[in-house]
């Protein structure tokens, strides 16, 4: 019988993770010191799920929050767990820093009542492409541009799916101009994520102890498996971990129910796609001969004014408003009678009221004696709509 001593297994694994999260560790905070230190406004959108706890943890031991060098930005949709900005001002005050927050465009910050008011509290069931272009992709934009960022870090990861099997640490994107993104856990896997949250007692969401892998819209993201028994409780794992830890696992949670226009399963949320640099960022009907009526008050002086004219309640965020811009502004060229805009989603309960308007567009004629009269056809070329107002006002 051999004397050599007998292989231990479980100890050649655990030095080999150690060895393997040392370096991704190393490697993770170089690219954040090329992020930070070689751009000028390095910025953070940072949802709190486990890697990008992760990168908070790794930009704090090098010193970069307390310093401001790197900044955090949140996006607050207003359909977050309540857990999720609690947890925030957890981490503002372990790590000494100051997230700016951004939202829907044209609502203070925390006014979940001025959202509902200003888009409705049903937008993300009306349509889900405008919920994401209102609650994430412009305020994300927005916050891009406000903070004045040249290099955008970010916790996406290649083992987090097809979508991102191919993404590197350093990626270029087109918002304004040139943005540099830099993914530091990009060759991370879930486990990894967990591993380094153990190692370092990261604070982490406190939903992962009540059994969510990942933490989006409280609408949306559910528990995996849907019995909650798989948990990440004190730094360790309690149950199966493997639903959490597989290939392409860890936002199976996330999108739940939703569906693209398309039909196709609801993966991404909109900042991440290609394309989500590109949303609104200007009013409808700028320039031209479409009249602006600037608030409800000049609104119901054109009802009082004794004359036929046509009135449109948009919203500059509504696809399909945007659609009909350039039909509409042909329109108003065409017509002897004076052609408005009116933006109805800072004044619904008025718009209704005053205007029949229930959804975005809404085309009325205003008649001399100020009745008003809605255009109930989808047909919004020129020709249709002219002979609408024609007939309206005969």
């Not at 490697?27 to 000028?40: C, P, S």
């Not at 609104?280 to 036929?308: C, H, P, T």
């Amino acid at each position: 019988m051999s004397d050599k001593p007998v292989f231990d297994q479980e100890q050649f694994v655990a030095e080999s993770k150690e060895m393997r999260l040392k370096y991704l560790e190393e490697q993770a905070m170089f690219a954040l010191k090329i992020a930070v230190e070689n751009y000028g406004n390095a910025v953070f959108p940072n949802a709190m799920i486990a890697g990008d706890c992760v990168i908070t943890h790794l930009l704090h031991r090098m010193g970069y929050l307390s310093t401001g060098k790197a900044k955090i930005m949140v996006v607050d949709t207003f359909h977050l767990f309540p857990e999720t900005m609690d947890f925030l001002k957890t981490i503002e005050e372990a790590y000494d820093f100051k997230a700016e927050v951004f939202c829907a465009e044209g609502v203070p910050v925390a006014d979940k009542a001025g959202y509902d008011a200003k888009y409705g509290v049903d937008l993300w069931k009306e349509d889900i492409e405008q919920y994401d272009k209102v609650c994430k992709v412009e305020p994300f934009q927005r916050g891009l541009k406000t903070l004045k960022t040249d290099c955008m870090i970010n916790g996406r990861t290649r083992w987090q799916g097809f979508e991102r099997a191919w993404i590197d640490q350093f990626e270029n994107a087109p918002i304004g101009g040139g943005l540099a993104k830099c993914n530091p856990i990009a060759y991370w896997t879930f486990e990894d994520t967990f591993d380094y949250l153990a190692k370092y007692k990261v604070l982490a969401h406190p939903l992962h102890a009540k059994g969510y892998p990942s933490i989006g819209d409280a609408k949306d993201t559910i528990p995996i498996p849907e019995d909650g028994s798989t948990k990440f409780v004190d730094f360790k794992f309690e149950g199966d971990s493997v639903p959490w830890l597989d290939y392409a696992s860890e936002r199976k949670g996330r999108f739940v129910g939703l569906a693209n226009k398309d039909g196709s399963t609801k993966t991404e949320c909109g900042i991440h796609v290609a394309g989500a640099e590109q949303t609104f960022d200007r009013d409808l009907w700028e320039d031209g001969k479409v009249k602006n009526i600037a608030n409800s008050d000049a609104a119901l002086e054109i009802k009082k004014a004794g004359k036929g004219s046509v009135v449109a309640v948009y919203a500059p965020w509504c696809q399909f408003c945007q659609a009909m811009e350039d039909e509409y502004s042909n329109l108003a060229t065409e017509l002897d009678v004076d052609v408005y805009k009116l933006r109805g989603d800072e004044i619904r309960e008025f718009v209704t009221s005053e205007f029949n308007t229930e959804s975005f567009p809404t085309i009325n004629v205003v008649k001399p004696d100020g009745t008003v009269i809605k255009y109930e056809s989808e047909a919004r070329d020129v020709a249709s709509m002219k002979k609408f107002v024609a007939e309206s006002l005969a």
